[in-house]
């Protein structure tokens, strides 16, 4: 089959190129506003991550934004103050960030790699790492979990947003189309297994990535298996969704290396 990291490296360009809301840069409004202070940032897709979940002063963290391309939350969290890292899949994503760093005049370094291997990384080489709902593109998710615990100092904190497994258990097309929530698939889900290829790129779009729901075993029993200690988390919807009026679309945890609050 497809090589997955490929296809969704390529998919993601084709986003960029066909303004996909999350491939948008940030307006220097924003970036003057976060060099003041006030700013806020999206793990999941409505409910802003709380500030709380960040150091009380950015000045001189080092973050990594881990498969977070797109110009969006790396560039507020560097005019905020911290020394940024980009690591993301897709070249075009990660041109996104550059263009709002020459822009604003902002340091940040930008690496191109597959979430689940960050040897070009050292180990104990961040304070924070802040990994938005992406690793719903890649089938086997506790590589990431433990590549970020290698790569955080003791006392490290990982911020992660996913996908609630819940969303793809029900027939789509029912969903979509008439409102009906059946279910018809089993967990862990992969547009590999679940879907005909026909069937995917009618309910997705031909340029759409390849998707994987993974179980709550792997998202939160993974990052606590790596060595991380859960101190917080929220949930989010995904607005529009017939699935939302009865259950939340997205998890959103805090996570600590090493030792609690």
């Known amino acids: 089959m497809t090589d997955i990291r490929a296809y969704n490296r390529e998919a993601w360009n084709r986003a960029v190129s ?15 506003q976060a060099r003041q202070g006030e700013w806020r940032i999206l793990l999941t897709e409505t409910k802003p991550t709380p500030r709380h979940w960040f150091p009380a002063d950015l000045t001189g963290v080092d973050v990594l934004c881990l498969a977070s391309g797109g110009g969006q939350q790396g560039p507020i969290l560097a005019a905020a103050g911290a020394n940024v890292t980009v690591f993301d899949n897709s070249p075009a994503q990660l041109a996104q960030d550059r263009l709002v760093a020459e822009r604003e005049g902002l340091a940040i370094v930008t690496i191109e790699g597959d979430m689940r291997d960050l040897s070009a990384l050292a180990d104990a080489s961040f304070d924070l790492i802040f990994h938005p709902v992406s690793n719903v593109f890649i089938p086997d998710v506790l590589p990431v979990w433990r590549e970020a615990y290698r790569v955080l100092r003791p006392g490290g904190v990982l911020l992660a947003g996913f996908m609630n497994p819940l969303i793809y258990l029900f027939d789509r097309t029912l969903a979509e189309e008439q409102n009906i929530l059946q279910v018809r698939y089993s967990l862990p889900y992969s547009d590999l297994t679940s879907l005909s290829e026909e069937e995917r790129l009618r309910l997705n779009g031909p340029d759409a990535p390849y998707e994987f729901g993974h179980s709550l075993t792997d998202q939160i029993g993974g990052q606590l298996a790596a060595g991380f200690v859960l101190t917080d988390f929220y949930e989010d919807i995904q607005p529009h969704d017939v699935i939302a009026q009865f259950a939340p679309s997205y998890v959103a945890t805090r996570a600590v290396k090493g030792y609690g609050r």
């Open 18 to 32: 066909q303004g996909n809301i999350w491939t948008l840069p940030v307006s220097p409004e924003a970036i003057a």
